[in-house]
């Protein structure tokens, strides 16, 4: 299954994709922080039209995914979450916002505001240059924090409904995690 025309078109867009729907079963999200405990989550999804991109990889001095977002600036705007994956469902967008923290998670909503704003922002240029509307219906928010390792690696199979929905950047959906982590892309989805 090949992406949406539209998502493939964003795909093209965006210097810091990580994984597509048409090629992988997941996506592999990495804290490169010396200081971080929760270093590794894999998503596991089914082939779809979906693909996840890494805006902490885009930003730094040279700011490859935007200059609006170069570190050197003093302004919240600089700031960005871990991963992002945009999932087409019935031509319409779901953006999941996730973000992996050691310990007590904190210091969150920052990142998700701007990375939320960039979104927008591609899925405007797309709409503006390119004659592509996606309409984003649905914006979730994912705290993945912990990173102690497991003593019993278990993974929930069947997804507990709505935790994940109706969340916002200041009230994410937060999940305890191991390290290293596996969970399921329809848990975020539900």
């Given at each position: 299954?090949?992406?949406?025309?539209?998502?493939?078109?964003?795909h093209?867009s965006?210097s810091?994709?990580?994984?597509r729907?048409?090629?992988?079963?997941h996506?592999?999200?990495?804290?490169?922080g010396?200081?971080?405990?929760?270093k590794?989550?894999?998503l596991?999804?089914?082939?779809g039209?979906?693909?996840?991109?890494?805006?902490?990889?885009?930003r730094g001095?040279?700011?490859?995914?935007?200059?609006?977002?170069?570190?050197?600036?003093?302004h919240?705007?600089?700031?960005?979450?871990?991963?992002?994956?945009?999932?087409?469902?019935l031509?319409?967008?779901?953006?999941i916002?996730?973000?992996?923290?050691?310990?007590n998670p904190?210091g969150y909503a920052?990142?998700?505001?701007?990375?939320?704003?960039?979104?927008?922002y591609?899925?405007?240029?797309?709409?503006e240059?390119h004659?592509?509307?996606?309409?984003?219906d649905?914006?979730?928010?994912v705290?993945?924090h912990?990173g102690?390792?497991?003593l019993?690696?278990?993974?929930t199979?069947?997804?507990?409904?709505?935790?994940?929905?109706?969340?916002t950047?200041n009230n994410?959906?937060k999940?305890?995690?191991?390290?290293?982590?596996?969970?399921?892309?329809?848990?975020?989805?539900a």
């Open positions: 299954m090949a992406l949406s025309a539209e998502l493939d078109a964003l093209t965006l810091c994709c990580t994984y729907g048409d090629q992988h079963t996506v592999l999200i990495e804290e490169h010396a200081l971080a405990k929760l590794k989550v894999t596991t999804a089914p082939n039209d979906w693909f996840s991109f890494d805006p902490d990889k885009g001095n040279t700011a490859l995914m935007s200059p609006l977002l170069a570190v050197a600036r003093s919240n705007h600089h700031r960005a979450c871990d991963c992002v994956v945009l999932v087409g469902r031509g319409k967008l779901t953006a916002y996730i973000d992996l923290k050691s310990g904190k920052g990142q998700f505001k701007s990375t939320r704003q960039f979104v927008r591609a899925l405007g240029l797309l709409a240059f004659g592509l509307a996606l309409n984003l649905d914006e979730r928010y705290v993945l912990g102690q390792p497991a019993i690696n278990k993974t199979t069947v997804p507990k409904p709505g935790k994940a929905a109706n969340t950047p994410p959906y999940r305890e995690v191991t390290n290293p982590a596996r969970l399921y892309l329809k848990e975020l989805l």
